[in-house]
């Protein structure tokens, strides 16, 4: 029973990830109508920013403000450069410009920073919780946490602003 329980909090703390992740393709796709299968690529091209920073010495939560900066930034430059111009083409036009961000974002991180995985540091303790017998660790709880904390006011928020039908 303790590996069951341990199992079904490592699988919600994924799973909020995982819900967070649709959130926001649903999200774009809601508000822009253009699946944006560079989304990923972006948000990796961000981490490895926010990877950067932290390497150059700068506080996590400082490194963490910034890249939230820079991907906006970053983002509404794509958005407008990129997407803007094709917005009113065939969907298979802007499919074929999503894609091919995709594959351009993803040669470029892996030119400068190389295709081997690189650690990224957490900011919760390593130390595990212990509440009887199954430890979860901080981290998990953490990323659970943090992951359910922005997926559930979205969910109930975004069908009011964007959805076609009235809520």
């Not at 961000?46 to 400082?62: D, E, K, Q, R």
């Amino acid at each position: 029973m303790d590996i069951f329980l341990q199992q079904v909090v490592s699988g919600l703390a994924t799973g909020g990830i995982y819900a967070s992740l649709a959130l926001a393709l649903v999200m774009i796709y809601q508000a822009t109508d253009v699946v944006n299968f560079a989304q990923g690529e972006m948000a990796m091209f961000s981490t490895y920013l926010a990877w950067s920073m932290l390497n150059a010495g700068l506080p996590y939560w400082v490194a963490f403000i910034a890249t939230l900066v820079l991907a906006f930034v970053g983002g509404l430059l794509i958005e407008r450069v990129v997407i803007r111009p094709v917005e009113n083409a065939p969907v298979l036009a802007v499919v074929i410009v999503c894609i091919g961000l995709l594959v351009i974002l993803n040669s470029v991180a892996g030119w400068i920073y190389s295709y081997i995985q690189k650690p990224f540091p957490s900011p919760f303790p390593g130390k595990p919780i212990t509440c009887g017998r199954p430890r979860r660790t901080r981290r998990r709880a953490g990323c659970a946490a943090c992951a359910w904390a922005g997926c559930s006011p979205s969910a109930g928020a975004w069908p009011r602003w964007w959805a076609p039908w009235p809520a």
